[in-house]
């Protein structure tokens, strides 16, 4: 059976990871995330996945998996707010239009890496000001790219997804087992963690 590593401290990635039934340990990777000047967000996210999966040591027949998602409004990254202030102002230009959230997958088994990006576009409602400050005086916003988490309390503001839920929520699982099995290791069924 292939060794798992997740690498990351995100909670959601390890719920998600968790609902496909494998064994893993999470393993937090140092890595950069200022975004480079004029960079694209699908592909910003793409090579912080990369970057992830390289950054963790591993053997050769351990599969690492990685991922970053950010917000996308009209080609601008939105990342995770650092104040109250900031967390307010994304909201505000979120509220009552669309975005796109893209999330980079890596997946590397010794020195073969596979990469890919999902993209989900998410309708928000336009947001009153009592609900904003109600949504941040949860503390939910924070450690959250956009300001907002679509499996907590702010599904409340979102109209409609098109695309994929877990994409959202930080760990597009459709992706991540077609990434995996590009690399000879089925993460669903009765086989699951085992190298094809």
Known sequence: MTRIVLASRSPRRRELLERLDVQ???VVPDVD???HPGED?????ERLARDKARAVEADPDTLVIAADTTVDLDGEILGKP???DDARRMLRRLSGR????HTGVAVRLGDRVETGVDETRVQMTPIADHALEWYLGTGEPFDKAG???LQGVGAVFVARVAGSVSN???????LLVELAGRLGVDLV???AGLLG
């Open 189 to 191: 069924g009765p086989g």
């Open 168 to 174: 959202v929520i930080g760990l597009p699982l459709t």
């Open 33 to 35: 995330e200022t975004p």
């Open 24 to 26: 893993f340990q999470m």
């Open 41 to 45: 967000p699908s592909a910003y996210v």
């Open 82 to 84: 650092s104040t109250h």
């Open 147 to 149: 300001a907002y988490a």
């Open 98 to 101: 669309s975005h796109y959230v």
